[in-house]
Every structure is written in C-alpha cells, then in structure tokens.
C-alpha cells in the first residue's frame, strides 16, 4: 500500500479514475472524482468539492489508492480497535 503524501499526484490519480482513501480521518473517506468535481464521501457526510477546496481541506492529509485489499486492510484494523476497545468484567 503506497502512501500518497502529493496532492498533486492525488488530483491527477483522481483524473485517471482512481479512488483514494484518506489515512488521516477517524471515520473512513473515500474520493474520488465525477464531472470535474471532487466528491468525499464518508460514513458521516457526503459532498462535491472543487480541486481548489481539496488542496485547502485536505493539505494534511496522506492517502492510498482504493483497491480490495486496501478494504480488507481497513476493516481489519477497525475490526481490531472494536474487539480491543471492549470492557471484560
């Protein structure tokens, strides 16, 4: 899994189709672009933004391209942090 830390590199990935996921956010974000917008999507909201508002937002951010094992890494990990956070008695 190649981190992308160049948000120039992420809007050309984006123009080519691809989805990124972000590695910085709690909640799971996915973007991806349609129509020259960019569209984030996230268990908590969902909206188009341009490639300026991206760069402002997430300037921050690392993220890795969208594949299945990319999902199935992430669910693990959430799977982890739910079974650890658990109170035994």
């Known amino acids: 899994m190649d981190v992308i830390t160049d ?3 992420a ?3 984006l123009r080519d189709k691809r989805i990124l996921v972000s590695s ?3 909640a799971r974000t996915l ?3 349609r129509d ?3 569209v984030v999507l ?3 909201a969902t909206y188009t933004i ?3 508002d991206f760069v402002d ?3 921050n951010d690392t993220f890795v391209i969208y594949t299945q094992d990319t999902y199935d890494a992430l669910a693990a990990n959430e799977k982890d942090i739910e079974y650890y956070s658990w109170r035994h008695k």
């Open 7 to 9: 948000l120039k590199l």
């Open 11 to 13: 809007i050309a990935l």
């Open 24 to 26: 910085n956010s709690k």
């Open 31 to 33: 973007i991806l672009m």
């Open 36 to 38: 020259s917008k960019i």
């Open 42 to 44: 996230s268990e908590n």
């Open 50 to 52: 341009t490639e300026e």
């Open 57 to 59: 937002i997430f300037k």
